[in-house]
């Protein structure tokens, strides 16, 4: 049997450089707090989890953009239905 995979795709409207996705990445996990282990792969002694990530941070067409698989996409619009306010970036602000 065949399991659907269910996905979401957050493209957002700024321009990014490649080596700023560190930076986002970290500006979406500070807005939800370390205690979402799906955004960042890390326990909570800071140890890695090896998994295949379900939140991921791209560059798409120089846009920022967070691919989201199975449990990650439900956590991630759990996160948008709060509202996230603005992003603050080393290199700038983000919406």
């Given at each position: 049997?065949?399991?659907?995979?269910?996905?979401?795709?957050v493209v957002f409207d700024?321009?990014?450089?490649?080596?700023?996705?560190?930076?986002?990445?970290?500006?979406?996990?500070?807005?939800?707090?370390?205690?979402?282990?799906?955004?960042?792969?890390?326990?909570?002694?800071?140890?890695?989890?090896?998994?295949?990530?379900?939140?991921?941070?791209?560059?798409?067409?120089?846009?920022?953009?967070?691919?989201?698989?199975?449990?990650?996409?439900?956590?991630?619009?759990?996160?948008?239905?709060?509202?996230?306010?603005?992003?603050?970036?080393?290199?700038?602000?983000?919406?």
């Amino acid at each position: 049997m065949v399991k659907k995979l269910k996905t979401l795709l957050v493209v957002f409207d700024n321009e990014i450089k490649p080596h700023e996705i560190p930076a986002f990445r970290g500006a979406i996990i500070k807005k939800v707090g370390l205690d979402n282990f799906l955004f960042h792969n890390h326990r909570e002694d800071g140890s890695v989890m090896y998994q295949y990530p379900v939140i991921q941070y791209k560059q798409i067409y120089g846009k920022p953009a967070i691919y989201c698989l199975d449990e990650g996409s439900m956590k991630y619009i759990r996160f948008l239905d709060k509202g996230i306010g603005l992003l603050r970036l080393v290199t700038g602000n983000w919406i």
